[in-house]
């Protein structure tokens, strides 16, 4: 849209070669609109998966291991995850000894976290697709016991989330699982799919839309990818995207059906 834009206000301004001045300018703020300033340095993208990884899968080995003992529920959830995925061999193996090195006794996160600010950090999206994936993880046994929210909390907070936006977030993902699979057949659909988007049933068409968009966009794999998150790891995203266009879907038509 911008690169248009800006070959015509180029032509408007200096003529003929303003066209390609313009073209060139408006094309680097809509690739900076679709990927954020963290994915314009193809020379970084490897670093970034890398480290975006290394952090998840240790998180998770911390965050099993937080009530003291790894389930078999949640080892199956790690094992299907990485199914789901579609993950090489290799990086199977690789994401493997990182849950286990999380889940070690005594083993010290920060570290880990410091990295992953260093290095992803700047992007907000990804600070926060690497909370949706471990609050899914804590979430693989139908609900979250009181270490593994501390812990949770204790993450976000070093990302930079304060109690009541953690607290928001926590609740959007919540809901959003509830639609894993299509699903819209339980009494509370309707009032889970606002809280899914993150908005209540007093919200304007026009903020239901824009709350929608926001998700959409945030777990858009072109974006993702784009800011650092390995490519097999989008699936994830896309599952969770379903949720939003499904919870989304059920609103508009409730209020398509009330007008």
Do not use: W
Request: aromatic share 10%; net charge neutral.
């Amino acid at each position: 849209m911008f690169r248009l834009l800006g070959a015509f206000v180029g032509f408007f301004i200096f003529g003929f070669l303003g066209i390609f001045l313009g073209y060139f300018i408006g094309s680097f703020i809509d690739r900076f609109n679709a990927y954020g300033s963290v994915g314009m340095n193809p020379f970084n993208a490897a670093r970034r998966q890398s480290v975006f990884l290394e952090t998840t899968f240790i998180l998770m080995g911390k965050l099993a291991k937080a009530d003291g003992r790894v389930s078999e529920t949640e080892v199956s959830h790690v094992e299907q995850f990485m199914q789901k995925l579609g993950m090489t061999r290799e990086h199977r193996l690789k994401a493997i000894a990182l849950f286990k090195q999380g889940s070690s006794v005594n083993y010290d996160i920060h570290p880990q976290i410091g990295e992953f600010l260093s290095v992803c950090g700047a992007s907000g999206n990804l600070k926060q697709m690497l909370l949706v994936y471990l609050i899914i993880m804590g979430l693989s046994d139908g609900q979250l016991n009181s270490a593994e929210e501390n812990l949770l909390r204790e993450i976000a907070g070093r990302l930079g989330y304060h109690y009541a936006a953690f607290d928001h977030l926590l609740d959007m993902v919540k809901n959003q699982m509830h639609f894993a699979g299509g699903q819209t057949s339980s009494p509370s659909a309707l009032e889970d799919a606002y809280r899914a988007l993150g908005i209540s049933k007093d919200s304007t068409d026009q903020e239901v839309k824009r709350a929608y968009r926001k998700l959409m966009s945030q777990y858009h794999p072109d974006k993702l990818m784009g800011q650092g998150v390995p490519e097999e790891m989008v699936a994830m995203a896309t599952e969770q995207a379903k949720e939003v266009q499904t919870a989304y879907d059920l609103i508009k038509k409730s209020r398509e059906q009330n007008r």
